[in-house]
């Protein structure tokens, strides 16, 4: 049973582009939190869905950040027109049910914006 | 909003030496979390505690939750290189799961 997947490990990007980090939760597991830990801090909550719904986007910045978790494929974070302070390590964790926060997570995405 | 401080912020040990790191809560605890976290890799589920006065043991490592429940720790026995990384202490701040995390100790084990 794998666990928690998150490609890619790393991603650079330009400043301006766009960065797609993927997270595919374990096998059954229909709710996915996504955290963001930047250097010298502390891993910080984004974003809460189950399938097809944002349950809690309070920790999400207001602009340029998005998540989604369709039916059927992994969930996606997405980061439009990067800049340098979106560098950090994205981490995504899967849980079976609400309230389950025993939660697995992944290996975590670095995004280093050049 | 509750705030969970983790103290030392870091230390160095020598093998075979025992350390405790503390997680204190600005508020009253409903379930602390213990993960480990290597540098470059995500976080490991290392123990759970939801009782106020409940202690958990595995292997060599030991969490207790206070009976107020605003604090933790988490006690290494006989330190060992494999115990090197960063500690995080995480508390759930609603019913739906999310998780509030300390900063973290980092641990560094010399031989």
């Known amino acids: 049973n794998a666990g928690v997947m998150q490609n890619p490990r790393h991603l650079v990007r330009r400043r301006g582009q766009e960065a797609r980090l993927r997270c595919s939760p374990m096998k059954g597991h229909s709710h996915v939190y996504w955290y963001r830990q930047l250097p010298e801090e502390g891993l910080k909550f984004m974003v809460y869905?189950?399938?097809?719904?944002?349950?809690?986007e309070s920790g999400m910045p207001k602009e340029r950040f998005s998540a989604e978790f369709p039916k059927e494929g992994p969930s996606i974070l997405r980061i439009q027109q990067v800049v340098r302070g979106d560098s950090a390590a994205y981490f995504c964790a899967s849980s079976l049910r609400q309230g389950d926060t025993e939660a697995f997570f992944g290996q975590g995405t670095r995004l280093t914006v050049v | 909003s509750q705030e969970l401080e983790q103290s030392p912020q870091s230390l160095i040990v020598q093998e075979g030496k025992n350390l405790t790191i503390n997680c204190t809560s600005s508020k009253t605890l409903y379930g602390l979390y213990w993960y480990k976290q290597k540098y470059g890799e995500g976080l490991i589920f290392l123990m759970m505690l939801q009782k106020g006065g409940e202690e958990k043991s595995h292997e060599k490592i030991t969490a207790k939750l206070d009976e107020k429940k605003q604090q933790s720790s988490l006690h290494i026995t006989a330190s060992q290189p494999s115990h090197a990384g960063i500690y995080l202490c995480g508390s759930p701040t609603d019913s739906w799961g999310k998780l509030q995390f300390g900063a973290g100790t980092q641990v560094v084990v010399t031989p």
């Open positions: 869905l189950q399938k097809e719904n944002i349950i809690d």
